[in-house]
């Protein structure tokens, strides 16, 4: 571009005086000059032509003067610039092989630009030399580089970075902490300083100093606000977590805050609803979790919100549960919630009627133990308990909070593993979804039920629920449409196996145990000498 507009200067200047030389031309004059008694006369445009000549001639000497007079200036300048491009060539090419690991080469670039460029006034001959040093494994000369470096306010910045590394390496923890505070007390703009000292802090316990630590992040720019925000409502949150207990006042405003900042954060919500509880406002309290539960069901959310007064019956967090269905009508949580109250309050028919629900609509672990516990404190069926067992050891996990692989029980600000801030998510743990678990979808919480086998009531079975019987019903029907013939099979079957459980059992026939071999327990048979089982009896277990 510079060339570009120099040539139309050029040819502009050029124009310029074609076109002062025409006009002249066209009005012509003469010009005389007396000096010393002599007259000299001539034409108007041979004096313009003489006097842009001689300024051309005045112009042209004085540059031939000047060259002359700063040519050894100059010959120095281009042997020292061709000095100085040969020695930045050298360093190129040993930080190249400092990166490729090239040991060798990187400190015979690193000698040579030495003896081409000054080190005081190249700083990248002092990185050279650490690199190399510590891909030789030198790592005592690497820090004492980096030292050096920390101490030059133009490589400060450089140097820390080095030593932080190497504390880290060598495991001095307190000494990567100070060297990290330092560079983010210097530079707050730096990422790897802010997010090292935020990291520390946190770790430490120490939330105002985080915070404000973020907050000099933001202003920087170092984090977007979306981002600046959720870190800053996790640290609020943990702090209103540790107040809770001696400032609820002000665990409950930190908790606000921090839901103002992310509406979503479940532990946030929860620990504000503690802190009203604490204050007796039980209104504001529940009003906090209902809004939690609208944006997200979360099952710490519904047992805080259902168990929020000490004093409650069972029925009256009964009719919780059922205020929490009501704002989340349909969902997942919200029927096993209302199916565990109802547990808790004796009303079994709507427990297993919810559980069944939420069976279908998500097979899960944890529905399947409700309905364990549901079987067990209505009929105590031992066959029925374990059918629902055996489904949970099936069922995919429920979620839980994850952190770097780690699965914890609570909530916390920061992972245990590598002590990133805002690690915990609400998820199924991947280590857990290994090995026989099946993946779980509606039409397994159907096939469930309609395996249930019948209840037993001193030998004689009657039918199951109305709501397995029509169940049982659908996934028959379904399986008639696809496979007839297997259908009809599995039809008969079925009905042969209902009409040998109908049969009284003897009254006196011993009982047999589920498991286990002699000596362990002496009551069991020895199955060497046992007689084989009816094939139909074993279809029930």
């Known amino acids: 571009m510079t060339t570009i507009v120099k040539v139309l200067f050029f040819l502009a200047l050029i124009l310029a005086a074609g076109f002062g030389f ?49 040519s ?16 930045y060539q050298a360093l190129s090419t040993g930080l190249i092989a400092a990166g490729a690991g090239n040991a060798l080469l990187a400190r015979r ?14 700083p990248l001959i002092r990185v050279l030399d650490a690199q190399a040093a510590l891909i030789e494994g030198r790592h005592d000369e690497a820090r004492r580089l980096y030292q050096e470096m920390s101490e030059d306010p133009e490589t400060r910045e450089l140097g820390l970075r080095g030593l932080y590394v190497e504390a880290n390496r060598l495991g001095a923890h307190e000494a990567a902490r100070q ?12 990422p790897w300083a802010a997010k090292a000292t935020l990291e520390y802090r946190c770790r430490a316990g120490h939330w105002d100093d985080a915070i404000r630590l973020l907050d000099q992040q933001r202003i920087a720019n170092v984090l977007d606000r979306h981002e600046a925000d959720r870190l800053k409502a996790v640290l609020l949150t943990a702090r209103a977590q540790d107040q809770l207990e ?97 547990l808790e309050a004796q009303d079994f028919k709507r427990a297993r009627s919810k559980a069944e629900a939420a069976a279908r609509m998500g ?11 549901i079987e067990e404190a209505e009929t105590g069926d031992q066959g029925r308990i374990r059918h629902w067992m055996g489904q949970a050891l099936k069922a995919p996990r429920d979620p839980a909070w994850v952190a770097d692989g780690h699965v914890s029980e609570r909530w916390m600000p920061i992972s245990p593993v590598t002590g990133r801030l805002d690690a915990f998510e609400w998820k199924t743990p991947f280590d857990q979804l290994s090995g026989p678990i099946e993946e779980g979808s509606v039409s397994d919480g159907e096939r469930a039920l309609a395996s249930l086998p019948p209840v037993r009531d001193n030998g ?26 297997k259908a009809d099979r599995q039809t008969s079957a079925a009905g ?7 049969k009284p059992m003897p009254q006196n026939a011993p009982a047999e145990p589920f498991f286990g071999r002699p000596p362990d327990d002496p009551g069991v048979k020895d199955p060497m000498t046992a007689t084989a089982e009816p094939k139909t009896r074993l279809k029930l277990f």
Do not use: C
């Open 22 to 70: 025409s006009w002249i031309a066209d009005r012509p004059g003469d010009i005389s000059l007396v000096w010393q008694g002599q007259s000299y006369q001539t034409t108007l445009l041979v004096a313009i032509t003489a006097l842009v000549t001689l300024v051309a001639v005045v112009m042209m000497i004085w540059w031939v003067i000047r060259t002359l007079w700063t």
């Open 72 to 87: 050894p200036h100059s010959v120095r300048r281009y042997f020292r610039a061709r000095k100085r491009d040969r020695g």
């Open 109 to 122: 670039m690193s000698a040579r630009a030495r003896g081409l460029i000054r080190a005081d006034q190249e």
């Open 179 to 190: 060297y990290a505070e330092t560079a983010a007390e210097h530079a707050p703009y730096l």
């Open 246 to 342: 001696a400032e609820p006042a002000a665990a409950r405003d930190s908790a606000l805050k921090a839901l103002k900042l992310a509406k979503d954060l479940v532990p946030a919500a929860i620990v504000a609803a503690k802190a009203y509880v604490r204050e007796d406002n039980l209104r504001k309290a529940a009003s906090t979790l209902e809004q939690s539960w609208k944006l997200e069901p979360h099952p710490e959310v519904a047992a805080a919100y259902v168990r929020a007064r000490s004093g409650d019956s069972a029925a009256d967090r009964l009719k919780k549960a059922e205020r929490l269905e009501a704002l989340k009508p349909n969902n997942y949580e919200s029927l096993l919630a209302v199916a565990e109250a109802a």
């Open 363 to 373: 097979s899960r672990e944890r529905v399947y133990l409700l309905l364990a516990d």
């Open 460 to 485: 004689n079975a009657y039918p199951p629920s109305a709501e397995t019987a029509e169940a049982e019903v659908v996934v028959v029907e379904k399986s008639k449409a696809s496979m007839p013939e």
């Open 496 to 502: 042969s196996v209902a009409e040998e459980a109908r």
